[in-house]
Nanobody, 122 residues
Framework: QVQLVESGGGLVQAGASLRLSCLASGRTFSMYAMGWFRQAPGKEREFVAAISRNGVGTYYADSVKGRFIISRDNAKNTVYLQMNSLKPEDTAVYYC???????????????WGQGTQVTVSS
């Protein structure tokens, strides 16, 4: 089973940028699609972005399209989420996840990281 560890969260002001990283264990990272989700207090976990196995296909939630960029480095077993022009409504715990196919649905992902907190102040 792939194990995932997120990092890069923090407290920033609105308009700032952050880059999240998710390091995966194992030698099969390139075989999997990867996704980023987030969960704000009192809300359900929501899709943020996903990327195909080879990194060619990328997909975004409308709320982050044009501000966030997902990428991956298969040689480093790492997927990234570059977050620009952050807004207070982006405040949440961000999770990376691994799956067999690119999908918007959290139940299709089979392994999750522990999450990293992102807080955006106004």
């Amino acid at each position: 089973q792939v194990q995932l560890v997120e990092s890069g969260g923090g407290l920033v002001q609105a308009g700032a940028s952050l880059r999240l990283s998710c390091l995966a264990s194992g030698r099969t990272f390139s075989m999997y699609a990867m996704g980023w989700f987030r969960q704000a207090p009192g809300k359900e976990r929501e899709f943020v972005a996903a990327i195909s196995r080879n990194g060619v296909g990328t997909y975004y939630a409308d709320s982050v399209k044009g501000r966030f960029i997902i990428s991956r480095d298969n040689a480093k077993n790492t997927v990234y989420l570059q977050m620009n022009s952050l807004k207070p409504e982006d405040t949440a715990v961000y999770y990376c996840a691994v799956g067999d196919v690119v999908t918007y649905y959290s139940h299709d992902y089979k392994s999750w990281g522990q999450g990293t907190q992102v807080t955006v102040s106004s």
